[in-house]
């Protein structure tokens, strides 16, 4: 079964970095677009970062600067550096992926669990 697995949250003190891994199950022939996105408490969920399959980048304005996505499609996983964190980081922090599974033609898009970060002094 296509599953996408994080690790790598935590707890950390503002100006800390943490980085997030998420890797796709085998069973996949294709990863297109991968992404991140978080939800804080009380918040809708939001996009992160966001990487194309020809690693075309895109932020959302409050981590610019700050976070870095990249992928390595080899190992089916792609990564979120998270340097210079802030309290308002605090959120669960979601993989995101379109991935097309063996014997299939189509791509469909598949969620991770979820991995808490928690910035706070």
């Known amino acids: 079964q296509v599953q996408l697995v994080e690790t790598g949250g935590g707890s950390v003190q503002p100006g800390e970095s943490l980085t997030l891994s998420c890797t796709a199950s085998?069973?996949?022939?294709?990863?297109?677009?991968m992404a991140w996105y978080r939800q804080a408490p009380g918040k809708q969920r939001e996009l992160v970062a966001s990487i194309t399959y020809g690693e075309v980048k895109k932020y959302t304005n409050s981590v610019k600067g700050r976070f870095t996505i990249s992928r390595d499609d080899v190992k089916r996983t792609v990564w979120l550096q998270m340097n210079s964190l802030k309290p308002e980081d605090t959120a669960v922090y979601y993989c995101n992926a379109d991935l097309q599974p063996l014997n299939s033609e189509v791509y469909s898009n598949w969620w991770g669990q979820g991995t808490q970060v928690t910035v706070s002094s």
């Open positions: 085998e069973g996949i022939s294709g990863i297109d677009n």
